[in-house]
């Protein structure tokens, strides 16, 4: 079986850097009982929104299979655990906290600090409650102020036992996706309902770090964004002003609020209607202090101009595609990396999601992602590059511990470094969690 590896004066190697695998809520929970419905669920029960027509009733029944999935966790030898927390099943509609959904959390929180692993909590991985989509989801400014009390709950419940709190994953994913494209819940499809989303996203994250700040004052805050670096499709000019253009809309949209207050100047070639309301202060809340941003990386983006002063994204050309058709590009990863830490004042980073879906065959009990492998093998080294450029990277987490519900695509793309069979929620160690188990072993 081949091996991860990294070069012998790494920084990586050493342990202080942070290692660990990453889940979200609705993708692997199940136990829908136990929780008031969310957008996801909804979503799910509209025709053709999922590919394989499935949805998150039972997912990898992590609920019933937890302390199973920690011992897991724990075999591979990880410094730490990413998870995040099903809003839905800690709050009642009523605004109460629900009590046994609380103390599930706790459960596991306590049971990963006991094995020694530390917990990173995100508050927030696209799982809002579905009454409060009825009043308007996060296109509705009380969405955010939901959101902060909700955090508050959690915070106090779980206190400092948890070592990071995120309190957003992927707030692109949530506004384009769910508010302008549609194509993840709840399925809005409009520029200005995007861009509205986005803004009322930031702004809960803004109002959540209050009371994070107060509740776990020794707890690492900040949030998680997901970037893909964005490339022009020729040298022309119009291709290269497409590029960032896209670069602006798709990714610094997200973090310039945040470290700079001000949202990119792309901004005003939209159209005034399509603009986001924005409060006096909003700005000021949203620009708060981080201790840390967490970095999600797949892959590239590629971009021409569309003739008309716009945008248009290329289907990728030239490097080798994972089963989601993403371009395997591990030199962008550490182009983005450095060009962020040249264009901002960064917080510490962490590496909160990377890795790759394949079409994985479980044989004779073994599953053989050599491809995995090497995508960990070069992203890493792709990792350790950007840190030897001076970017200061922490951590770096493996996305996903296990296969899961990959949002509209259902369960036909895996993701795990484990294998699961949802007939009989079995899990087996694929290669590359074996490989990954192993290069954690090896360390310094
Ligand atoms: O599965 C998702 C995850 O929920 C958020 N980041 C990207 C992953 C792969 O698409």
Known sequence: MSTIS?????????????????????????ATESRI???????????????????????????????????????????????????GRV?????SANVQGLQFYKDLVTALRQKNIKVFVTLYHWDLPQYLE???GWLNRDTAYAFALY?????NALGEQVYSYATLNEPFCSAYLGYEEGIHAPGKVGQ??????AHHLLLAHGLAMQALRHNVPNSLCGIVLNFSTAYSATDSQADIDAARMGDEYHNHWYIQPLLEGTYPDVMSQIGVDAQPHIAP???????????FIGVNYYTRAVYRSDGEGWFEQVVPQGHALTAMGWEIVPDAFTKLLVELDQRYDLPPIYITENGAAFDDRLVAGEVVDQQRIDYFNSHLRAVDNAIKQGVDIRGYFAWSLMDNFEWALGYSKRFGIVYVDYATQQRTLKHSALAYKAMLSNRL
């Open 6 to 30: 990294l070069p012998d004066e790494s920084p990586m190697l050493r342990r202080e850097f942070t290692y660990g695998v990453a889940t979200s809520s609705f993708q692997i929970e199940g």
């Open 37 to 87: 419905p969310c957008i996801w669920d909804t979503f799910c029960a509209q025709p053709n929104t999922i590919a394989d027509s499935s949805n998150g009733d039972l997912a990898c029944e992590h609920v019933k299979y937890w302390q199973q999935d920690v011992a897991m966790i724990a075999d591979l030898g990880v410094d730490a655990y990413r998870l995040s927390i099903a809003w």
């Open 91 to 95: 709050m009642n509609e009523d605004g």
């Open 134 to 136: 009825a009043q308007g």
């Open 151 to 155: 955090a508050d709950v959690v915070s």
């Open 192 to 197: 200005a309902y995007g861009r509205q989303a």
């Open 281 to 291: 202060g909003d700005m000021d809340i949203i620009a708060q202090k981080n201790d």
